[in-house]
């Protein structure tokens, strides 16, 4: 499966070390593991006795270690995944494991990109199939095998929890004592997956494997990584857009005590030390005159100017139904816009990677949404042939989008290279947020017709950046970028003249990417918001004048019924509360939020309560479904009501929480979560940013 074999038997560290899976993390139910204490980097998963596929191993004492192909980064995949496969494997629960996938796109390729990539909130949507499969094929070569030592035919024995069993004759035999025979089968071809009715796994709201370790503090994130002699490091970079290094004066660092080198590369410097304490210290009496380029005058307003006019132009048609024009002409007409600011991910775990180049290889300790790019880009920067680059995957504290991005391994590599030895190389918080890949701007201009109480025409037209150009630039088809007009092209609403398109307007100089839903927070929340402006404009409840245009959408419609019913929608509000509601089919899932809000003489919002109601189809586990869509909540609101990201003299002004701010406890209301019981495929619930929680003039009015 080109995957190299290690032997793991034994249960100390060493042991786990040497025999666990690329990233310096062995992720099993009940023995986590520390790498910071041990010096040998961790292998990739064993090949064991019984291979059937690029996920399953399986040894001869019946430990079933499951490839994790999607990483785990707070969105509770490895629990999913491992209940997904050992479902339809009919493993010992009890005696699985989990391990990183080493990266490889061919074997771990997330199937709706043909990459190693964990994004677009689809691991368990994009898997669901392949891993049943995955394990029930396994599951059947293990039947077949103890068929054939008992001589009798594979249709009369059944699996259960990590056995195959004759109930005929009573006899059982364990999956480890069936491991060397099973091996040997010919893998069967379409074997039939599990009826919903006969889950014993999936959708039980079984605790999250990766919970207790990051409780007591065993959890290996990227930034625990220790190799022995590792020095560490911190960088800054030209604070302009674009900038380069001009002079430096290294002198009062190289007398900081425990620095040991200064690294200048031509568009950042960093300091090298014995501890980071060492490190930042010196970084801090570095005098660097910087080279400040062509974008030392640019500025929010210059980049808000340039996307107003950019808004006025004709875009790439995305979808058309009906005839706009007529459809425009045919009732009283409206016209909104509204214009989303740059967003910084802050990731709890700031960027770091942990490097060793030598002359003929390089090894890299990170956490990354999308390994093997990170292998590839590694390589280039290294100027080897990509095989001779590791990756050691580890836990991320924080994704967001952000490390979709291999950056900050390639600025690792280029330090690490002028380095003996391992350096951890770690950016500080600042510097994070000021050198992030930020959500883009974007500016949505709107026009619609009522007549009868409902909406008979739609012109939507999204301005801004292209990401999936830059990121992906064979899915940048015809103009149209697929990732920007999401949850625009696909409202819920039925609507006889619909019209959507885009402009693309690349903001000057400043890099954009991924942001927890990029076009559906952004999509989802100027039309909703415009769909209360226009129920008030007929004069319609907000939620009614939502349920009137969705007969074609039985699941929308019950979602935004539970979601009235539970937050008693209706029910008169004191002085100065109102309520928002937000519908949305992002990633095939459909949610519907009613924020509760209290507006004081001041302006000032306090948030009150959160209801939200998901039809996810089958949620695999329904604890981490209700887990992020509380945790979504969180990062919108605070997006909502405190995300911005502004720019003076090419600088980005914002620096830490202290400026660019989260919502804080006492800020939290109370949050309600309710999951439509579904017979559907998984969809989606992990991507939940500020398309989830709109707080927008025009909701529900205050009495």
């Not at 990227?222 to 030209?238: H, N």
């Not at 007529?326 to 770091?352: R, W």
């Not at 950016?427 to 050198?435: A, K, S, V």
């Not at 959408?553 to 509000?573: I, M, Y």
Request: glycine residues 8%.
């Amino acid at each position: 499966m080109g995957v190299p074999t290690r032997d793991i038997e034994g249960p100390s560290r060493r042991h786990l070390l040497t025999g666990g899976l690329a990233g310096g993390f062995l992720l099993a139910f009940h023995l986590p593991v520390r790498a910071a204490n041990e010096p040998v980097p961790m292998a990739y998963a064993p090949e064991g006795p019984f291979v059937p596929n690029a996920f399953i191993r399986i040894d001869n004492a019946g430990k079933t270690t499951l490839v994790m192909p999607q990483v785990e980064m707070g969105q509770g995949i490895y629990t999913a995944v491992a209940m997904i496969l050992a479902e339809e494997l009919d493993a010992d629960y009890a005696q699985v494991a989990l391990m990183h996938a080493p990266p490889n796109d061919k074997l771990y390729g997330n199937p709706t990109f043909g990459l190693q990539v964990t994004g677009n909130s689809n691991s368990v949507r994009a898997f669901w199939l392949p891993l049943r499969k995955a394990g029930a094929g396994a599951r059947a070569m293990l039947v077949q095998a103890a068929a054939q030592q008992w001589q009798v035919e594979p249709p009369s024995c059944t699996a259960s929890n990590g056995q195959v069993i004759h109930a005929a004759s009573g006899r059982k035999l364990s999956y480890g004592a069936l491991a060397e025979a099973a091996n040997s089968q010919t893998p069967p071809k379409d074997v039939p997956l599990k009826d919903p009715k006969d889950f014993a796994l999936i959708g039980k709201p079984l605790k999250r494997l990766d919970t207790p370790d990051k409780v007591n503090g065993k959890a290996v994130y990227g930034i625990d990584a220790i190799l022995p002699g590792m020095k560490f490091a911190t960088l800054k970079a030209c604070p302009v857009f674009g900038g380069k290094v001009g002079k430096v004066d290294d002198s009062a660092a190289k007398k900081i005590l425990g620095v040991q080198k200064i690294v200048v590369l031509d568009d950042m410097v960093a300091v090298v030390g014995d501890h980071m304490w060492a490190a930042k210290k010196g970084l801090d009496a570095l005098v660097v005159d910087w080279d400040e380029g062509p974008n030392a005058r640019l500025s929010s307003n210059d980049i808000w100017q340039d996307l107003r006019a950019a808004s006025e132009k004709d875009g790439v048609v995305a979808k058309s139904t009906g005839d706009i024009a007529k459809g425009l002409a045919a009732g009283e007409k409206f016209e909104a816009s509204f214009e989303l600011p740059f967003l910084a991910h802050a990731t709890m775990e700031p960027l770091n990677a942990t490097v060793h180049c030598k002359p003929d290889s390089c090894e890299v300790w990170t956490g990354t949404q999308i390994m093997a790019r990170v292998q590839s880009e590694a390589a280039k920067a290294a100027g080897l042939p990509v095989e001779k680059v590791t990756v050691y995957q580890h836990l991320l504290g924080g994704g967001f989008g952000r490390k979709l991005e291999p950056e900050m391994v390639v600025a690792a590599v280029r330090i690490a290279e002028q380095v003996d030895g391992p350096v951890k190389v770690v950016w500080t918080r600042e510097e994070d947020i000021q050198h992030d890949i930020y959500r883009p701007v974007y500016r949505d201009t709107i026009s619609a017709s009522l007549s009868g109480g409902k909406i008979v025409g739609w012109k939507y037209k999204i301005s801004g950046a292209a990401i999936i150009a830059r990121w992906l630039p064979p899915a940048f088809q015809k103009g149209i970028d697929i990732d920007a007009v999401d949850s625009a092209v696909d409202l819920p609403y039925e609507i006889p003249n619909f019209h959507v398109e885009e402009v693309r307007a690349e903001p000057p100089a400043v890099p954009t990417g991924f942001w927890r839903g990029v076009g559906a927070n952004n999509n989802v929340f100027a039309a909703e918001c415009f769909m209360d402006e226009l129920a008030r404009k007929a004069g319609k409840d907000p939620i009614e004048f939502r349920r009137a245009m969705l007969g074609s959408k039985p699941r929308a419609l019950a979602v935004l019924d539970l979601a009235a019913e539970k937050a008693n929608w209706g029910e008169k509000l004191p002085t100065r509360v109102g309520r928002g509601v937000s519908l949305q089919p992002s990633f095939e899932t459909f949610i519907a939020t009613i924020v509760e809000a209290e507006v004081d003489d001041k302006g000032e919002v306090a948030l009150r309560r959160v209801t939200s109601v998901v039809d996810t189809g089958i949620a695999v586990n329904p604890d981490t479904v209700k887990a992020q869509l509380e945790g979504g909540l969180i990062f919108g609101l605070t997006a909502a009501l405190w995300g911005e990201i502004t720019i003076d003299k090419g600088r980005v002004q914002q620096s830490n929480f202290h400026d660019y701010r989260p919502l804080r406890l006492h800020e939290m209301p109370v949050v309600e979560v309710h999951i439509v019981p579904s017979t559907e495929r998984p969809t989606s619930s992990s991507r939940s940013s500020d398309e989830t929680a709109p707080i927008c003039e025009g909701s529900e009015p205050a009495p």
